[in-house]
């Protein structure tokens, strides 16, 4: 089993920044995919931001230039800079991991962005 836990979420004003991170334990080896997925209160869950182990780094369109996804495969870590946050960019921030075949999330952290 793999076990997933955020941490770094909280509140901020508009225009301010966060950093979330996120370690993987437990049967983390050969871990594929590390990424972010959020939620907005009534929306569905949405796509942030995954880096790929081959080293291929997706963002989704609302998030391009302001937040940065970087991870250390030595420690099965992701994080993930969100600047220039807006409050639209509010809700719960979950980390997931692709290994073998299987995704695997993490219980998530709420970030608020007040205006």
């Known amino acids: 089993q793999v076990q997933l836990v955020e941490s770094g979420g909280g509140l901020v004003q508009a225009g301010g920044s966060l950093r979330l991170s996120c370690a993987a334990s437990?049967?983390?080896?050969?871990?594929?995919?590390m990424g972010w997925y959020r939620q907005a209160p009534g929306k569905q869950r949405e796509l942030v931001a995954v880096?790929?182990?081959?080293?291929?780094?997706n963002y989704a369109d609302p998030v391009k230039g302001r937040f940065t996804i970087s991870r250390d495969n030595s420690k099965n870590t992701v994080s993930l800079q969100m600047n220039s946050l807006k409050p639209e960019d509010t809700g719960v921030y979950y980390c997931?991991?692709?290994?073998?075949?299987?995704?695997?999330w993490g219980k998530g952290t709420l970030v608020t962005v007040s205006s």
């Open positions: 437990g049967s983390s080896s050969s871990i594929n995919v």
């Open positions: 880096h790929t182990n081959g080293g291929n780094i």
């Open positions: 997931t991991i692709v290994r073998v075949g299987m995704q695997y």
